[in-house]
């Protein structure tokens, strides 16, 4: 067999992939993708099967302990989770430290390494396995408390505190939108159009800001402090924060007169620096297998609701062109999950800067899935290697000749 660190001490040879486009970082047991196919499975369960059939929280256990729950199993987990719903009172005065344009993201990525502080024992990179799993139940649990105040933050209101009568998306939307001084009641159809999407969101193998988690975690950092890591990883536009691009990009389609081809045009013109968001994947070559999913729900929930949204008919006008388009069939450019989620999310009232804060709140059992099956299989530290481009040795020259 080939020594490999011995080949690279002897030769000097790395191997240079950047965007580790081909490049395996790990082995992994959660989530399957084929991208040609378009197939997507959690621990060999269908995307469409789960989605159609499971709970969120029936796939998150599914994700992190790899076998679907027993009925005994699953209220166990959802009752753990339901107990730890509240955060500590002093989290507030974090809270109300952000000014009130703090994007959420930022806002919930604080909050969530800040769980380092209050729950110190998490730092101990040799804790029980009993111990772990609290800080995992913790995380679920705290999760949509966090961004419903991150988001109680942005528009000024009083935080609410969670309704442990009720499920875990009907909690997240009562904390979001209850009123102090009105009653709210949330609307079934939209805890369960909420559901499906996290469920579609919750894991997508060796993506940026799972890579992410995992590398964080990999130095034995904190389960907090990597998730918290990776909501970092997926706030940028390439990744998690193209949901709230494409409905701004949408939204400037309609105000510039709703000329889809025009923007087709200029997503096709080099010297633009201007994409199509919501198109493209890294991966999947063929389609989105959840964008399939969630073309199918956004125009369910939108009759449902009775909710006619202009901007879904320039998605859709878009969507057509693009795909008959020769640009976009050499490239491979189909839409993506998000294509279509932000169009939900506005549908049931969640602002625009928030729907990457959902994204993560769907994200976060894969993340920690995925966190789990690096320690358990003892990985090792994640440290990439370099071609080095800059200059060769030179002398030091003081200052007074540069
Ligand atoms: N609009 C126009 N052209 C595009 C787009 C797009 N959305 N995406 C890719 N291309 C073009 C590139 O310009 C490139 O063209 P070239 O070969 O003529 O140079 C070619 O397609 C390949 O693109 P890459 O950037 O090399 O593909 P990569 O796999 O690195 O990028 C990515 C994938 C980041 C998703 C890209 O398609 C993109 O930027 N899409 C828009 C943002 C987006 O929707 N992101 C969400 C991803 S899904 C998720 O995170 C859940």
Same mark, same amino acid.
């Given at each position: 067999a080939i020594n490999i660190a011995k080949l690279r001490a002897d030769t000097g040879l790395i191997t240079l992939d950047p965007g580790y486009? /081909?490049?395996?970082a790990t082995k992994s047991a959660i989530t399957f993708l084929d991208g040609e196919l378009g197939i997507l499975r959690y621990r060999g369960y269908r995307i469409e099967d789960l989605a159609e059939k499971s709970t969120f929280l029936e796939v998150a256990y599914l994700l992190i302990y790899g076998e679907l729950p027993t009925q005994s199993e699953y209220e166990k987990f959802s009752r753990e989770i339901t107990t730890h719903t509240l955060v500590h009172e002093d989290i507030k005065k974090i809270l109300d430290?952000?000014?009130? /344009?703090?994007h959420p993201m930022g806002v919930l990525s604080s909050m969530i390494c800040s769980l380092t502080a209050f729950y110190p024992d998490s730092l101990d990179p040799n804790r029980s396995k009993d111990e772990v799993d609290l800080s995992i139940i913790r995380l679920i649990a705290k999760m949509p408390t966090f961004a419903a105040w991150a988001y109680k933050n942005e528009v000024g209101h009083p935080v609410n505190y969670p309704d442990?009568?009720?499920?875990y998306c009907s909690n997240f939307m009562k904390m979001m939108f209850a009123l102090p001084a009105e009653r709210y009641d949330v609307d079934p159809i939209v805890a369960s159009a909420l559901d499906k999407l996290l469920i579609l969101h919750a894991d997508h193998e060796q993506n940026c800001s799972t890579s992410t988690v995992r590398i964080v975690g990999s130095s034995q950092a904190s389960l907090y402090a990597s998730i918290s890591a990776g909501i970092n990883a997926l706030w940028g536009p390439l990744h998690g924060g193209a949901n709230q691009s494409v409905i701004e990009m949408l939204e400037a389609i309609k105000a510039d007169g709703g000329d889809s081809k025009k923007y087709l045009a200029k997503a096709k013109d080099?010297?633009?620096?201007f994409r199509l968001m919501g198109f493209g994947h890294r991966v999947y070559k063929n389609f989105d297998p959840r964008a399939k999913i969630i073309k199918k729900a956004a125009d369910d929930v939108l009759a449902k609701l009775g909710v006619k949204d202009p901007i879904l008919e320039i998605a859709k006008e878009l969507e057509h062109a693009a795909l008959n388009d020769q640009y976009f069939i050499d490239r491979q450019l189909y839409p993506n999950v998000d294509f279509y989620s932000g169009i939900i999310y506005r549908a049931l009232g969640i602002p625009t800067d928030m729907f990457t804060v959902m994204f993560a709140l769907g994200r976060l059992p894969g993340w920690i899935a995925q966190w789990k099956e690096m320690r358990e299989n003892n990985e090792p530290i994640g440290r990439p290697r370099q071609v080095y481009t800059g200059a060769n040795e030179r002398d030091y020259v003081t200052m007074n000749k540069r």
């Open positions: 486009k /081909n490049t395996g430290g952000f000014p009130s /344009n703090a442990n009568s009720l499920d080099k010297d633009d620096p």
